[in-house]
């Protein structure tokens, strides 16, 4: 189902102009409301009135991550205090948390966008819909809960953890649709295969995101669940989950370009890149005023396709996700995304999808830990079985990554599981 045709489907022109409109409001709004915005306009002698239309969005200044730090924890609002409604925060590891501040109209949107996806997952208000994310200041929860009320689903708010209860009402309230990362998908997957409830439960669809995942991921969590796995992308600066999503074809996944504007830049240049591109993706909230957000870096690396879709949609589709330029890890001068790592270890039936990274630099020298379980049906006591998947897993890595991991096969169920974004990867370097 299509949650609202008429944005989602308009022709490529008139979103244009939509998006023009909007830009022009939004620009001047942060102007006149928001110091440091008018701080950077002032110094690059950008004035509102020279963004005429959409295409004046290169004159404007990028915004990062410290600048949302930077303005901790309330100078980026626009707004007057009492016109917020909610606030977010984003786990921050080292440091202040980023805030964000919504207006009843930013949270409305949010809802919208969420809706949009779960009504592409095939969710309607038939459904019954569990939201496995964490509720509090991280925006999957409330996200994810405001976009299945929208729809007129009903929504199961287990939050994450106590995954026990979870499984328990999932099969006794016949859950239809589960959100959550797929990191908690696949936790939640091993528990329901060795309690044996996988043909009691009626699940349909996941709607999985908050960190990135590889097409490998979404087969073992299909066949684990019984489910059609779909990605929903979003993140705190821009509003939470339901910025975009998926639709039945999986073949990209559709930016709602009416509420969030998407460009790809050179990471290092800057430079806006040419159509299909892989690039940094950047995003402007064209309709958001508690905290508008001009040209936001996400780190996020991607491209994009605007062709139209199969599925009657118009909107932009933004490819996999290769990495967060964030969690790139640089070992011995190569560029090792732990998303790579996932999609290689998961092209071996022997393996499942639980491992973990480990850099560090001993005498000069990067080195390169990787664990990885094997399915529990693979493991044994016997060293030549355990040298067989170990090598043959070796070679692989080494033909797509390009160099040698310390490779460690490691007892099922001996990885920390993530309840909510896992952390796949330590750097010691950087703690030295
Ligand atoms: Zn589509």
Redesign the pocket.
């Known amino acids: 189902m299509i949650f609202n045709p008429e944005k989602e489907c308009m022709s490529r022109e008139d979103l244009r102009k939509l998006q023009s409109e909007r830009l022009v409001k939004i620009v001047k709004h942060a102007y006149d409301n928001v110091p440091f915005y008018k701080k950077k306009m002032d110094e690059l002698g950008v004035k509102p009135e020279d963004i005429q239309s959409i295409d004046d969005i290169v004159k404007l200044p990028f915004t990062v991550k410290t600048d949302l730090r930077e303005n901790y924890p309330d100078k980026l609002f626009a707004v007057p205090r009492k016109d917020i409604v909610r606030f977010h925060a984003s786990s921050g590891t080292t440091g202040k948390p980023i805030v964000a501040g919504y207006t009843a109209h930013d949270v409305e949107n949010w809802a919208e966008g969420t809706a949009r996806c779960l009504a592409a997952f095939g969710a309607s208000d038939e459904d019954t819909i569990q939201v496995s994310y964490g509720y509090g200041l991280f925006t999957g929860g409330l996200g994810a809960h405001d976009g299945a009320t929208k729809l007129g689903a009903a929504v199961l708010p287990t939050s994450a953890g106590n995954t026990a209860k979870q499984i328990m009402l999932m099969e006794d309230l016949g859950s239809t649709g589960l959100c959550c990362t797929p990191s908690y998908a696949l936790f939640l997957a091993e528990e329901i295969e060795k309690l044996g409830v996988k043909d009691k439960l009626k699940l349909k669809f996941g709607a999985f995101g908050a960190e990135p995942w590889t097409e490998n991921m979404r087969k073992e969590l299909e066949d684990k669940l019984g489910i059609k796995a779909y990605d929903i992308y979003g993140l705190t600066e821009i509003s939470g989950p339901g910025v975009g999503g998926e639709?039945e074809?999986q073949?990209g996944t559709?930016l709602w370009e009416d509420m969030f504007f998407p460009e790809i830049i050179d990471p290092v240049t800057l430079q806006p890149l040419p159509e299909g591109q892989e690039g940094e993706l950047v995003f402007t909230t064209l309709d958001k005023w508690g905290m508008p957000m001009l040209r936001y870096r996400t780190r996020d690396l991607t491209h994009l396709n605007y062709t139209k879709?199969?599925?009657g949609?118009t909107m932009v589709?933004m490819g996999r996700i290769l990495g967060r330029s964030d969690d790139m890890l640089i070992i011995r001068g190569v560029n090792v995304f732990p998303s790579q790592v996932e999609s290689v270890i998961l092209e071996f039936p022997e393996f499942q999808g639980q491992y973990f990274i480990t850099v560090d630099r001993i005498n000069n020298v990067d080195t390169f830990q990787i664990d990885v379980e094997l399915r529990e049906e693979f493991y044994s006591e016997n060293s030549a079985d355990m040298e067989k998947y170990k090598s043959a897993l070796t070679a692989r890595l080494i033909s797509v990554i390009g160099i040698k991991p310390d490779l460690r096969i490691v007892a099922p169920n001996s990885i920390e599981r993530s309840m909510g974004k896992a952390k796949h990867a330590l750097d010691k370097r950087k703690l030295q």
């Open positions: 639709c074809c073949d559709h879709c199969k599925c949609r589709r």
